[in-house]
């Protein structure tokens, strides 16, 4: 996480470069700060998030509107437009800094921006710690929009039916963003997927990949083998400490999972699977030992 801070911080410095016209480094600093607060990091913030998903229809509060997290991806356009249209006004500092398009960038910005936070607020909330701060960064993207689309507005006198031709010309973006966010929420499975590589592995040979017990997990009733019991242990840990990192994971292992587990066919392979994962099962129980650890820490305090 740190090595890519690194590379955002890079590139905010070359964007800042335009500052150093002035002779000033205070300038470039201060270009610095803005290139990467109201630039990169809400971007970031942006496309990460999207990855952030619910993986199953029982993760879903608000049904399709919780995929909306990643059906914002549509508003991609809008969201290049407001950060150029910030770039070039607080960066560059254009001579024109009324111009339509930037004015019009702005308000969009600040419209685009202040949905993510309310959507942010209403359906993720504030249940984790991790997602307080990360929380923030669109809170003050949107007013720092919104302060200066306000400004802008009445400092180039845009007439409402402008404003309003510009919001009717965005529709079509959150048209898509509406249809995808139904599609992917009518996609998701009804119930919680599982470990699949793991679960595969489990159906070699009993000698080798260890007894089946019974469990009882969601409501069914299920024979699985200690290694795929240590995996959800460790997931549902992971889970707990970490809902941001697990809900990436499991984004993309849910994708690729189910293809790779297809593949496993044959008890040979499934026992060589299992073999591969067994340093990481020794990961897992060290992890679930760890954070277990952690837990009780925090409940004595």
């Not at 201060?30 to 990169?40: D, V």
């Not at 992917?184 to 080798?208: D, N």
Request: charged fraction near 15%.
């Amino acid at each position: 996480m740190s090595g890519l801070l690194f590379v955002l911080i890079g590139i905010s410095s070359v964007l800042a470069l335009p500052a150093l016209k002035k002779k000033s480094w205070c300038q470039f600093f201060i270009a610095l700060i803005l290139s990467f607060a109201g630039g990169l990091l809400p971007l970031f913030i942006f496309f990460l998030s999207s990855m952030m998903g619910p993986d199953w229809k029982g993760a879903c509060t608000y049904g399709w509107l919780d995929c909306f997290i990643t059906a914002k991806l549509a508003l991609t356009p809008l969201v290049l437009l407001a950060t150029i249209a910030l770039y070039a006004l607080e960066i560059l500092r254009v001579e024109n800094r009324t111009a339509r398009w930037i004015v019009i960038g702005i308000f969009l910005g600040a419209i685009v921006s202040s949905i993510c936070f309310v959507f942010g607020v209403v359906c993720i909330g504030f249940e984790a710690n991790t997602f307080k701060y990360w929380l923030l960064v669109p809170f003050y993207v949107a007013i720092w929009y919104s302060i200066r689309a306000v400004e802008l507005i009445k400092a180039s006198h845009l007439s409402f039916w402008t404003c309003l031709i510009s919001l009717v010309c965005s529709l079509p973006f959150w048209l898509v963003s509406w249809l995808w966010s139904r599609s992917l929420y009518t996609s998701l499975p009804s119930q919680e997927p599982g470990c699949f590589i793991v679960t595969a592995a489990g159906r070699g040979h009993a000698a080798f990949v260890g007894r089946h017990i019974e469990i009882e997990r969601n409501g069914r009733s299920l024979l699985v083998n200690q290694q795929l019991v240590t995996f959800w242990q460790f997931e549902n840990r992971w889970q707990n400490f970490s809902p941001r990192s697990h809900r990436i994971f499991r984004c993309g292992y849910n994708r690729i999972g189910p293809v790779i587990a297809a593949r496993i066919k044959s008890q040979w392979l499934a026992d060589s699977i299992y073999l591969a994962l067994k340093p990481l099962e020794l990961v897992a129980n060290l992890a679930n030992a760890t954070l277990g650890q952690i837990k009780d820490c925090t409940k004595q305090k």
